[in-house]
C-alpha cells in the first residue's frame, strides 16, 4: 500500500470491521482512547465508530494542541498584542481560542493589535527581519510534533542576529499527560488501552509510552491517521486484551519506530528545558510537562524579555471541555453543545480546531443524536 487512497478503501475496512466483530468477547466491554486530534478527526469523519460493535467504545482524550491550551496563555498572547504593541504571530486555530472577557485573538485583532496568522514559524522570522523597527513574537504551542520547527525559527533568529524577535513557548509534551489521564482513571473512566499518536510519534519513537504499558497494565498500539489505520490498531488492541497483554505495538510502521526522530529530539534538548510545571486546560497543573527556552537562548524568551507574569483563568461555568478532554463526559454530554457554542461561535477550545472533540462531533456525528 502506497498511495493514500487504499488507506481509506471502504471494501477492506467492512471486512477489518467483520474481523473486529469475531474476535471481540460478548461477554465484556472495551473501552480505548485515542490520545491525538488528528485520529479524533478521522474517527468522525470517516464514520469509524460506527463500523465497531455495541461493546466497543471510542474515548477522546487530550491529543489537541489547541483544545488543551489554557486561557491564562492567551490572555498573556492578547497583552502582548494590545499592551506591548508587538507583532504576534501564531498558527490559524489560535485565533479563535476563547479568552479572558469575551476576547480571543481574532476578536483582539479587531480591536487594533497586529496580530497575524501564519503557516510557519520561519514566516515570523521572515517577518522580523523585514520590521527591524518592530518586535515581532511568535506564539509557540503544541506537542512535539511543532517544537522541533520553533528551535530551528529559534536559532535561525539567533544566528541572523535578530534583537526584535522573540517567541512564548507554551510546547507541552505527550506523555505526562498521558500519565495524567492515568492516574486519574476511576469509576467514571474506564480505559482499556490507548491508540498511541502518529505525528508525535514519528519525533519520539515508541519507546517513551513503554513505561505506561508496563506500569498501568493498559496497552498502546500506534496508529496512523487513516480509518484502515484506526480499525487496525483497535483490532491490534483488542487481542491484546483478549490475550491479557499490555504492551506497546506499532501499526503506523512506515513512519515510526522505537527510537524516533533523534536529530529532532537534539534540537529540542539544544533549545529548550523542562519547565517545572505547566498548566493544561482540563488535566490542571501537571509536572515537567512542557518546555521553556533555556538561559543560552534568553534573548528569544518572550516571557522574559516582557516581563510576562502568568495569571491562571477559570474556564466558562456552562463549558464541559476540561471533562471531554480527559474523557469523562461526550461532546453531545455538555448543555452548551451545538446551541450556544458552534465552529462559528466557540465557548469552549474544544469546539476550536477541526481536531477538537466537539468540533469534530458537530461537524460529522451530531446528526446521531437527533
Known amino acids: 500500500m502506497k498511495y493514500i487512497d487504499e488507506f481509506r478503501d471502504g471494501e477492506i475496512a467492512q471486512k477489518l470491521a467483520t474481523v473486529i466483530a469475531r474476535e471481540v468477547n460478548p461477554a465484556r466491554r472495551y473501552h480505548f482512547m485515542e490520545f491525538c486530534g488528528g485520529h479524533t478527526h478521522a474517527i468522525s469523519r470517516y464514520g469509524v465508530s460506527d463500523l465497531l460493535p455495541d461493546n466497543v467504545r471510542m474515548i477522546h482524550g487530550p491529543g489537541c494542541p489547541v483544545c488543551v491550551l489554557p486561557i491564562g496563555r492567551v490572555d498573556q498572547a492578547i497583552r502582548l498584542a494590545l499592551e506591548h504593541g508587538v507583532t504576534l504571530c501564531t498558527y490559524g486555530d489560535c485565533l479563535r481560542v476563547p479568552a479572558s472577557d469575551g476576547l480571543s485573538l481574532l476578536k483582539a485583532k479587531a480591536q487594533g493589535g497586529d496580530i497575524r496568522m501564519i503557516y510557519s514559524c520561519a514566516d515570523a522570522v521572515a517577518l522580523a527581519q523585514q520590521n527591524p523597527e518592530k518586535q515581532v513574537v511568535f506564539f509557540a504551542i503544541g506537542f512535539e510534533t511543532t517544537t522541533p520547527p520553533t528551535a530551528v525559527a529559534i536559532k535561525q533568529a539567533v544566528a541572523l542576529g535578530l534583537k526584535n524577535f522573540s517567541v512564548l513557548c507554551c510546547h507541552v509534551l505527550t506523555p505526562p499527560a498521558i500519565a495524567s489521564i492515568m492516574e ?187
Not at 223 to 231: H, I, S
Not at 254 to 273: C, H, P, S, T
Open 184 to 370: 486519574g482513571v476511576d469509576e467514571q473512566l474506564q480505559l482499556d488501552g490507548f491508540v498511541g499518536p502518529a505525528h508525535v510519534s514519528t519525533i519520539i519513537g515508541s519507546r517513551p509510552y513503554e513505561p505506561f504499558a508496563a506500569q498501568y497494565r493498559k496497552p498502546v498500539v500506534i496508529a496512523g491517521f487513516e480509518p484502515l489505520d484506526v480499525l487496525l490498531a483497535i483490532r491490534m488492541l483488542i487481542r491484546q486484551v483478549n490475550e491479557g497483554r499490555a504492551e506497546v505495538e506499532n501499526e503506523f510502521v512506515r513512519a515510526v519506530d522505537r527510537d524516533g526522530n533523534r536529530k529532532a529530539q537534539a534540537l529540542m534538548d539544544e533549545v529548550f528545558e523542562l519547565r517545572e510545571s505547566f498548566e493544561w486546560r482540563g488535566l490542571g497543573s501537571l509536572p515537567h510537562s512542557a518546555r521553556r527556552i533555556r538561559a543560552e537562548f534568553a534573548e528569544c524568551n518572550a516571557e522574559r524579555r516582557f516581563a510576562l507574569a502568568y495569571q491562571p483563568v477559570a474556564d466558562h461555568k456552562g463549558c464541559d471541555c476540561g471533562e471531554i478532554l480527559r474523557g469523562v463526559k461526550r461532546p453531545q454530554e455538555c448543555k452548551l453543545f451545538g446551541t450556544v457554542c458552534t465552529p462559528e461561535n466557540p465557548i469552549g477550545s474544544c469546539m476550536v480546531s477541526s481536531e477538537g472533540a466537539c468540533a469534530a462531533h458537530y461537524t460529522y456525528g451530531r446528526y446521531k443524536d437527533v
